[in-house]
């Protein structure tokens, strides 16, 4: 079965240095999705991608953030200068064309900003 | 206020219990999805409903648009099914409107 791929599982980075967060996508689909989860706390939205663009973003999601889809089959989310609150899960998630078409989601990123 | 309310918030359950988790919402939606995370973090997708009545297995899942209200159930639990039941929603009809959480319900069913 087909299924969103995160790398890497877990990452450790040094406060003010730039991480950046992998996913594969399920290849026919279209929208992509990066949401966070801190510990103990519920998903948050980040941003939504289509059509090699920025769909929406919510208010996390400021100047040091960044969306790419560089190659066509990687969707990658990048954090230029971490600070401690942005150690969190990272999920991407996907979905294909059409309305209310499931999402499936990754199994995450756990990035510790230490 | 959250937008979606989720009850209980803790559940404990003996294995063969028969489980419901609630979900309520504030807001007007085309979707609602009931998710599944484990220890480990992962989020994997149970039911997404816009109407009526879903079955996977054990598992139920009921909406009730007018009334702003969903429930998961789960029949003769086992301790597998011990997870993080997470409610989200979809507000906007686009395809690529984003999902609203709840705060998850946290089931673990004992022998």
């Known amino acids: 079965e087909p299924e969103v791929t995160q790398t890497p599982s877990h990452q450790v980075t040094q406060m003010g240095q730039e991480v950046i967060l992998r996913c594969v996508p399920i290849s026919n689909h279209l929208y992509f999705y990066w949401y966070r989860q801190i510990l103990g706390q519920k998903v948050e939205f980040l941003v939504s991608?289509?059509?090699?663009?920025?769909?929406?973003k919510s208010e996390i999601f400021d100047d040091q953030f960044s969306v790419e889809r560089p190659d066509g089959s990687n969707f990658t989310l990048k954090i230029r200068s971490t600070k401690l609150e942005d150690s969190a899960m990272y999920f991407c998630?996907?979905?294909?064309?059409?309305?209310?078409?499931?999402?499936?989601f990754g199994q995450g990123t756990r990035l510790t900003v230490v | 206020k959250n937008e979606v309310e989720q009850s209980p918030q803790n559940l404990t359950a003996q294995e063969g219990e028969f489980i419901t988790i609630n979900c309520s919402y504030s807001?007007?939606?085309?979707?609602l999805h009931w998710l599944q995370q484990h220890p480990g973090g992962g989020i994997v997708s149970l039911f997404m409903?816009?109407?009526g009545k879903k079955k996977h297995g054990r598992l139920i899942a009921t909406i009730n648009i007018q009334e702003k209200h969903s429930s998961l159930h789960i029949t003769a639990s086992h301790p597998r099914d011990s997870a993080v039941y997470i409610c989200?929603?979809?507000?906007?009809?686009?395809?690529?409107?984003?999902?609203?959480f709840g705060t998850g319900t946290r089931l673990q069913v004992t022998l």
């Open positions: 409903l816009s109407s």
């Open positions: 989200a929603v979809k507000k906007g009809t686009g395809t690529a409107s984003k999902l609203t």
């Open positions: 991608f289509y059509n090699n663009e920025i769909s929406e």
């Open positions: 998630a996907s979905q294909k064309a059409g309305s209310n078409t499931e999402a499936f």
């Open positions: 807001v007007g939606i085309s979707a």
